[in-house]
């Protein structure tokens, strides 16, 4: 049966922690994947996530089947944070919400969706983007092609080329867009060319599908709604992908959701019972303890403050760490100016290391980064700053 089976390249993020994990040098550094590491270079588990699991093992729920679209409280949690507690949209019942394994599998049903309802159209993604975005619709079956993004000079987004070539998009071209922390390049647009992009996607009849995978690690909850809140109040029908993995350092309970923005609640009904239907040739449903978790932080006042204050945290973490890795850079007299590093947002910086430069951290070193440059400041700690700064310092003087 298997004899014909090619072996598959591992996977450019999930496949450096499969290396990395297999190196022993006890110096490694794992900068690969958009994971937040706390000081001690550990994974916290957020205080606000320990008081609800405490509540939740106390009292010993049943584990039955949650419903195909999964927790409604933990659903209407999630619409309230992308769209605003006050949200006519909701009011108006215009946005479907199902509850998905992480932002990757919001994505993928998503995708499945689409296909069943737009088999023809191609997907666009950005130049760069997140890896698995081409991967997971193209295994959806569509075709992908990049829109010009980032500009590799300015280190900013090219909106002029991109705008242009959204211009030219086909009518029902779906258009993927990171709404805030632009993965990988940490580039985003400004409020006024999200504005804009809103009124191309309208004037083309294109489809948005926003990838909120990282909100809260700009600025804070709500002004990292801000592409969210314009499509919302723009009229128009747009997908939103979001995750807590990194927000409630959930990783592996795979909390995420599909929230779908219609025209009206009799749309909203006809477009959840299609997704209910990919859902369930999937994985048929949630399962439950990660979103009772964040269901339960969100809804109550005080643990969601406990929340907001320990995301800020970790937010004020990786920007002293972008600040650090920039001075240290100077320090070591490299004559490149790597201050952009603390213009980019998110957890990633976009260095413009070479894939050869990445390798030789690899082997030299122990430093594990995406082959494309990307590394993950929330990797970073006062322990292996230094050693990662001269690393760097070493493969730029070359
Ligand atoms: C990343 O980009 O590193 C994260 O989103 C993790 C992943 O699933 O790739």
Known sequence: IFAGVA??????ILGLNEAYNADARATKVNLGVGVYFDENGKI????????????????????????????AQYNQAVQKL????DSELL????????QALGGTGALKIGADFLKGLKADAKVYISDPSWENHRALFEAAGFVVENYPYYDAETRGVNFAAMKAFLLGLAPGSVIVLHACCHNPTGADMSDAQWAEVVEVCRERALVPFLD???????????PDAVAVRLFSA???????????????????????????????????????????RVIRTNYSNPPIHGGAVVAAVLSSPELRQMW?????????????MREGLVSALKSKGVAQDFSFVTAQRGMFSYTGLSAAQVEVLRADYGIYAVSTGR????????????????????VVKG
Do not use: H, W
């Open 7 to 12: 072996l598959a390249p591992r996977d450019p």
């Open 44 to 71: 916290p588990l957020l205080s606000a996530v320990k008081v609800a699991e405490k509540a939740r093992l106390e009292a010993m729920p049943p584990r039955g089947y949650q419903a195909i679209e999964g927790n």
């Open 82 to 85: 992308l769209l605003g507690a």
């Open 91 to 98: 009011a108006a019942g215009r946005v479907v919400t199902a």
């Open 212 to 222: 909120m995978a990282y909100q809260g690690f700009a600025e804070g909850i709500e």
């Open 234 to 276: 723009s009229g128009l029908q747009f997908f939103v992908s979001s995750s807590f993995s990194k927000s409630f350092s959930l990783y592996g309970e795979r909390v995420g959701a599909l929230s779908i923005i219609t025209a009206d609640k009799d749309e909203s009904a006809r477009v959840l019972s299609q997704l209910k």
């Open 308 to 320: 907001e204050d320990e995301l800020g945290g970790m937010r004020v973490r990786i920007r002293a």
């Open 375 to 394: 590394i993950c400041l929330a990797a970073l700690n006062q322990n292996n700053l230094a050693y990662v700064a001269d690393a760097i310092a070493e």
